[in-house]
C-alpha cells in the first residue's frame, strides 16, 4: 500500500540550510507535496511538484526529486526562526491531486 | 481572498453524541475534502466531494459521513463518538476534483470525552 515516511526530527543553526528527506511507495504519484503546519494551525501548502519534474525553485525552497529511488527533499536556504515548524511530505494517491497520503512529518527546530 | 475556512474551531463532546463540522472553501474550488489529523501523526483522508458527489473515501467507519451543498460548502458528520475520534479535523479545497493541488484551512479541534 501506499506509505509516506521521514525523519521526525531536524535541528539546524539559524542561517544554515535545512534538508528534510522524505521516501514515498506509490510509483504512479503524479503530485508530491510539502506542507508546513506551525502549533495550533493548519497545514499551509509550501509547494508541490509534478512525478514528471526533478527539482523545482521557489525563492529560499528547493524540492529535489528522485523518482527512481522515490526520494523527495525539501531544502531551506538561509534558515530563519520562523522556519520552525513540523513538514509534511505527501504523495497523490495515483493522479487524483485530492487524494494524499501523509508522512508522520518533521519538526524543524532553529538554534541561535 | 479568503481561504478555507471551517467551524467551529473548537468542541468538546461526550462519547455516543453526534457532530457536525463545517467547512467553506476558497472561492470558486469546487472540490472539498476532509482529513482526521490525530496528534502526532500525519493527517488521514476521509472524504473527497466535487459537484456535491462523493469521489473518494478513505478508511473510515460508516458513523462517519459528509455531504456537499449547492454552493461548494461541505459538512463532515460523526456519529456515535468515540474516544479516538479526538482529532484536529482539517477540510482542504481544490479548484478541480483533480490537477490541481490542495489547500488546508486551519482546522477544527475535537476533543471527546
Known amino acids: 500500500g501506499e506509505d509516506v515516511e521521514q525523519s521526525l526530527f531536524l535541528s539546524v543553526r539559524e542561517g544554515d540550510s535545512s534538508v528534510i528527506n522524505c521516501t514515498y511507495t506509490d510509483s504512479s504519484s503524479t503530485y508530491l507535496y510539502w506542507y508546513k503546519q506551525e502549533p495550533g494551525a493548519g497545514l499551509q501548502l509550501l509547494t508541490y511538484?509534478?512525478?514528471?519534474?526533478d527539482m523545482k525553485q521557489d525563492q529560499r525552497l528547493t524540492v529535489l526529486l528522485n523518482k527512481k529511488d522515490k526520494h523527495l527533499s525539501l531544502r531551506i536556504a538561509d534558515t530563519q526562526t520562523g522556519d520552525s515548524a513540523i513538514y509534511f511530505c505527501?504523495?497523490?494517491?495515483?493522479?487524483?491531486?485530492?487524494?494524499?497520503?501523509f508522512g508522520s512529518g518533521t519538526r524543524l527546530s532553529i538554534r541561535p | 481572498d479568503a481561504g478555507v475556512t471551517q467551524s467551529p474551531t473548537h468542541l468538546i463532546k461526550t462519547r455516543g453524541q453526534h457532530v457536525t463540522l463545517r467547512c467553506s472553501p476558497i472561492s470558486g474550488h469546487k472540490s472539498v475534502s476532509w482529513y482526521q489529523q490525530v496528534l502526532g501523526q500525519g493527517p488521514q483522508f476521509i472524504f473527497q466531494?466535487?459537484?456535491?458527489?462523493?469521489?473518494g473515501r478513505g478508511n473510515f467507519p460508516d458513523r462517519f459521513s459528509a455531504r456537499q451543498f449547492p454552493n461548494y460548502s461541505s459538512e463532515l458528520n460523526v456519529n456515535a463518538l468515540l474516544l479516538g475520534d479526538s482529532a484536529l479535523y482539517l477540510c482542504?479545497?481544490?479548484?478541480?476534483?483533480?490537477?490541481?493541488?490542495?489547500?488546508f484551512g486551519n482546522g477544527t479541534r475535537l476533543t471527546v470525552t
Open positions: 505527501a504523495e497523490s494517491i495515483g493522479s487524483s491531486a485530492s487524494k494524499i497520503i
Open positions: 511538484i509534478f512525478s514528471n519534474m
Open positions: 466531494y466535487y459537484e456535491k458527489e462523493e469521489r
Open positions: 482542504a479545497s481544490s479548484f478541480w476534483e483533480n490537477n490541481s493541488p490542495l489547500h
